[in-house]
């Protein structure tokens, strides 16, 4: 049993922590262990033979109700102080009380209720243990060894972190001669041990077979440990109690999670699999057999739905062929067959909705009259000769009964009015041109409306009775108004708000639209001064090749007579025709060179020729102004460099243009 301290316990005669002399405890398995000076404090150098009785069920078991312990003990009279301030009656180990007139309600301690025999504490359950008492560890006797209890005022032993799934634990601070027997003594009270692995450097690794064994282990952590009576320093130890890191385990731990996470994912794909729709039946695949008997199914009126699905399917997947197209019109003809079965079966439904309107609308009006009559009740009930003997409580509770009844009157009465409007607006064209039945109709309706119209003015009239009457009325009325204008006030507050956010976004769509003009204008001011900045370039270039001309003309000047005259004659027949051919050129600008040069190259690529209508839409990719008349005037003033040819017979005769620029300068 734990050792407890209560504060304001009466006085003992002797001290525990000084006394050394032992209590022997007399039972029928004879002298008890006396605890050794050694281990209270007394000399170590003195040794002194210690008597381990085991007792009779073989003394290995940690349960703290077997472990025999020895108190401290002066006298009787201590021992009954003692068992006085809880208020016990003092018992020997024996069961015989040692004050047999002991009174249990005197020497109480205050607040400590008396204890009977059934409560915990006296030997049938331990006593509760309070969470802000520490519970000293008592000495634990083996049959080999002994272990005793760490300083209790000391902090606990540190341990690391768990490691998932240990079942390990590291043993530190062994006796030299501590062997596997005496590790196994001592640890498999705490569970089942699978494995011992130890050291020669006084640690070892002990393996159970369960995880919640390793707390039991722990416990042990800072016990002193001494082999049989010897104080010698190798037969002693303090024990260190630790988690260790297995492979085993943290295999057996990841097994466990992953059949953990099986069983969860089995789990979850029954419960979607319960709550999944079931799955349409499978469609059977074609066969004449197969055909038959849906065409069977199409006949009959009962079958008809599951045959066409499979008729639908039948087609979608592509078995219509020539041998089976006869089959499937015959099954196609069997379902048309079935449409004017269906038009008869709208038609019956029809009528059975229209008798069924009847109905309602006979019970709907028998309904109004009894509301009629419900409500002429309560107007009678309004007059003076009834109202003035009835108390004010049942005026208030008659007026609002007979608001409530008027209200659902009026509603039944507008649905039996809708009734009616529809039926009128679905009549024939024969009905609407018969003039005599529109106006019988039209005069019924005006006098339902008048009736109408008078039942609610005499219903407001007894209604303005009652609310002269009622005061709480008119301002409960008073308090819905206020409510509704501010209503109607916080609507057109969200209209205007709603107008402004419109306005802004049309005003944001302009500024937009008028930052892509600015931005157009300023992309065609760029191109503008390109083309001017080219254009000063050419300009450039062309000065600048007429003053290398010159320079030329003048070194030719500074040569010799007869040269210059021989040279002058060349260039004279040379000039005339250059002249004659610039006079007489067919291109006449620069844009038309450029033009037969993106030509000759294009048809160049096509060594068999190219409409004029390809060639276009070629050069219309580069500049969209190019038309076909001028391309093909063009190329029609080129005979050296282009050649039309004809190919075709009759309606397939086409026009192609061909280059033939590297023929004509062989012939010029």
Not at 26 to 44: R, T
Not at 53 to 82: E, F, H, Q, Y
Not at 95 to 109: N, S, Y
Not at 352 to 380: N, P, W
Request: proline share 6%; aromatic share 6%; glycine share 6%.
């Amino acid at each position: 049993m734990f050792l407890m301290q209560y504060a304001g316990l009466n006085h003992l005669s002797f001290d525990p922590a000084s006394n050394n002399k032992s209590l022997q405890f007399g039972s029928a398995a004879g002298p008890q262990v006396s605890e050794s000076p050694a281990e209270n404090g007394s000399d170590p150098g003195k040794k002194r033979k210690r008597t381990n009785v085991p007792p009779a069920d073989g003394g290995r078991n940690l349960s703290l109700d077997s472990i025999p312990m020895g108190l401290p003990m002066s006298g009787p009279t201590a021992w009954t102080t003692a068992m006085n301030n809880l208020g016990m009656a003092p018992m020997g180990m024996t069961g015989q009380p040692l004050l047999p007139d002991f009174d249990p309600a005197l020497g109480m301690m205050t607040g400590i209720p008396p204890i009977n025999p059934m409560m915990p504490g006296l030997g049938i359950v331990p006593p509760p243990i309070p969470p802000d008492m520490p519970a000293v560890k008592e000495i634990i006797h083996c049959k080999s060894c002994t272990l005793f209890p760490p300083n209790p005022h000391l902090p606990p032993p540190a341990t690391r972190e768990r490691p998932p799934g240990c079942k390990t634990v590291f043993v530190g601070g062994l006796p030299e001669n501590g062997t596997e027997q005496i590790i196994m003594e001592v640890f498999e009270q705490c569970g089942e041990v699978i494995a011992i692995r130890k050291s020669k450097k006084n640690f070892c690794h002990i393996r159970f077979a369960e995880e919640f064994m390793v707390d039991k282990a722990l416990y042990l952590s800072g016990y002193r440990i001494r082999l049989g009576s010897s104080t010698d320093k190798k037969d002693t130890g303090r024990l260190h109690v630790d988690f260790a890191q297995a492979r085993d385990d943290l295999y057996e731990w990841e097994c466990k999670q992953r059949m953990l996470a099986r069983e969860e994912r089995h789990r979850r794909r029954l419960e979607e699999e319960r709550f999944r729709p079931p799955s349409p039946p499978p469609v059977v695949h074609y066969s004449d057999h197969e055909c038959s008997v849906v065409a069977e199914k199409l006949k009959d009126d009962t079958k008809f739905l599951e045959a066409i699905q499979t008729l639908l399917t039948w087609i979608e997947r592509g078995e219509v062929n020539r041998r089976t197209a006869n089959n499937f019109y015959s099954m196609i003809q069997s379902a048309n067959s079935h449409i004017r079965r269906l038009v008869n079966e709208k038609a019956a439904h029809e009528k059975e909705m229209e008798e069924a309107k009847e109905k309602f609308k006979l019970a709907l009006s028998g309904i109004l009259v009894q509301f009629e009559q419900i409500v002429a009740v309560y107007h009678s009930a309004s007059k003076q000769k009834a109202w003035d003997h009835f108390t004010k409580a049942q005026r208030k509770n008659i007026s609002v009964w007979c608001k409530q009844a008027e209200e659902i009157r009026n509603i039944h009465n507008d649905e039996l009015m809708g009734i009616r409007r529809e039926e009128e607006m679905e009549m024939s064209d024969e009905e609407i041109e018969d003039p005599s039945e529109m106006k019988e109709t039209e005069e019924s309706a005006l006098v339902s409306q008048v009736e109408a119209l008078k039942e609610e003015n005499d219903s407001l009239r007894w209604q303005l009775d009652a609310y002269r009457n009622e005061v709480e009325l008119l301002k409960q009325e008073q308090g819905k108004a206020s409510r509704d204008e501010d209503t109607t006030k916080e609507q057109q507050m969200k209209l205007l708000q709603q107008a402004l956010q419109g306005m802004q976004k049309h005003l944001l769509k302009v500024q937009d639209e008028y930052k892509k003009k600015e931005a157009e204008l300023e992309k065609v001011r760029e191109d503008k001064l390109k083309i001017e900045t080219l254009l000063e370039n050419l300009k450039e270039q062309q000065s600048i090749a007429d003053e290398e001309d010159k320079e030329r003309d003048a070194i030719d000047c500074q040569g010799n007579d007869s040269s210059t005259s021989r040279v002058c004659a060349c260039s004279q027949e040379k000039e005339c025709p250059v002249e004659k051919t610039l006079s007489n050129s067919p291109v006449k600008s620069e844009r038309e060179v450029l033009l037969v040069g993106i030509i000759s190259t294009f048809l160049h690529v096509h060594p068999f020729g190219a409409s004029i209508e390809y060639i276009c839409s070629y050069l219309q990719r580069l500049d969209s102004k190019i038309c076909t008349a001028e391309v093909e005037v063009l190329m029609t003033r080129l005979q050296n460099t282009f050649r039309q040819e004809l190919s075709g017979v009759g309606a397939s005769l086409e026009k192609r243009w061909k280059f033939c620029g590297f023929d004509g300068l062989k012939m010029t």
